[in-house]
């Protein structure tokens, strides 16, 4: 079992930038594939992006596609997502997910997710 907790969220205008923190514990975290959803109010869990064990494989939504970015720290235990050109429909809810096993990045992507962290709000301003 892993538990994941997002940091980062929070106000910021269009065209801003933000970088969300997933920090894991209670697991290896270099065994876990890693992603990140959304939500917005009023519509369903969206996925965004996924990563392999070494972050050397990743896949990303259209949505974020060229704006945004996942990466990870085995080190720190540690993923992150950096978003860029952020617009107000990036307004939603964001959580971190894993799946165990080195490299799961398409069960992340078909939202097949093991655990979820509890979300952080993200809010962008026009």
């Known amino acids: 079992q892993v538990q994941l907790v997002e940091s980062g969220g929070g106000l910021v205008q269009a065209g801003g930038s933000l970088r969300l923190s997933c920090a894991a514990s209670?697991?290896?975290?270099?065994?876990?594939?890693m992603g990140w959803f959304r939500q917005a109010p009023g519509k369903a869990r969206e996925f965004l992006a996924a990563?392999?064990?070494?972050?050397?494989?990743?896949y990303y939504a259209d949505s974020v596609t060229g704006r945004f970015t996942i990466s990870r720290d085995n080190g720190k235990n540690t993923v992150y997502l950096q978003m860029n050109s952020l617009k107000p429909e990036d307004t939603a809810v964001y959580y971190c997910?894993?799946?165990?096993?080195?490299?799961?990045?398409?069960?992340?992507?078909?939202?097949?997710?093991?655990?979820w962290g509890q979300g952080t709000q993200v809010t962008v301003s026009s």
């Open positions: 209670g697991g290896t975290f270099s065994r876990y594939s």
């Open positions: 997910a894993a799946v165990w096993g080195f490299d799961k990045v398409e069960t992340l992507a078909t939202s097949e997710v093991e655990y």
């Open positions: 990563l392999n064990w070494s972050g050397t494989r990743t």
